[in-house]
């Protein structure tokens, strides 16, 4: 069985004490081959005297354990025998590669014309296409990354953006109204003031001047 081992070694093991199964799969995709059922006839028989034993009071219990004891014995032979012949129906369904040696299906992964996988001769219309797609999609990241979507927005200040109760757009604090749907700005800051009389700055609230005492 060691010249079995390569292919054998990318499969599932699906028998049991009525038969033998086995699923194979792609090396690259993963694309399965499901072999065809094959009887283990011991198994059967051990199945129908366990059965027969509970119906009749357990007469062929003996018979059935006796049974089983035999199925023991040659079942590893009979399993190997089961998955030589699942091994060689299976390899119809797959291509080895004599580069890699990877066993892969026809259909998804295998370069016809070179004779090789396509891990190590791809196909040049998909590896082109793939190429093109990587190229688009760094060419994008390249260019978005270059476009800047911040120059609208204070940094030293960020304290001084705030959003519009009304439809939540964000806007400078010093604005009155909203240029989205024209919501007075309640956090709009007042204009500066200044003394009527000597024209020193004011406080909004102010209603002395500090400078020189004059009401405003």
């Given amino acids: 069985m060691s010249n079995l081992i ?50 009749f009071g357990g007469m062929f219990h003996d018979a059935g354990n006796a049974a089983y004891q035999m199925q023991r014995a040659v079942g590893g032979k009979a ?47 998909e590896e082109l296409a793939s190429q093109q797609a990587q190229a688009a ?28 109760k009304n439809c939540q757009t964000t806007l400078d604090a010093n604005k009155k109204f909203c240029p989205e749907c024209g919501t007075p700005n309640g956090a709009a800051q007042p204009k500066e003031r200044f003394c009527s009389d000597c024209g020193a700055t004011m406080k909004p609230n102010q209603r002395f001047c500090a400078e020189c005492g004059k009401q405003q």
Avoid at 139 to 158: C, G, M, P, S, W
């Fill in 137 to 164: 999609r760094e060419q994008i990241q390249t260019k978005t990354r270059a476009q800047d979507y911040t120059k609208e927005l204070d940094f030293v200040n960020r304290g001084s953006i705030v959003q519009c």
């Fill in 6 to 55: 390569q292919f054998v070694a990318n499969h599932d093991d699906l028998s049991t004490d009525k038969g033998f199964q086995f699923k194979f799969y792609c090396d690259k995709c993963r694309n399965g081959h499901m072999s065809r059922f094959q009887t283990n006839t011991m198994g059967m028989a051990t199945s129908l005297l366990n059965a027969a034993g509970s119906l």
């Fill in 79 to 125: 399993h190997d025998e089961a998955l030589e012949t699942a091994v060689l129906e299976g390899k119809k369904h797959f291509k080895q590669c004599t580069r890699c040696g990877h066993w892969v299906c026809p259909d998804v992964c295998w370069n016809g014309k070179a004779g090789l996988c396509e891990d190590c001769a791809p196909d040049e219309h």
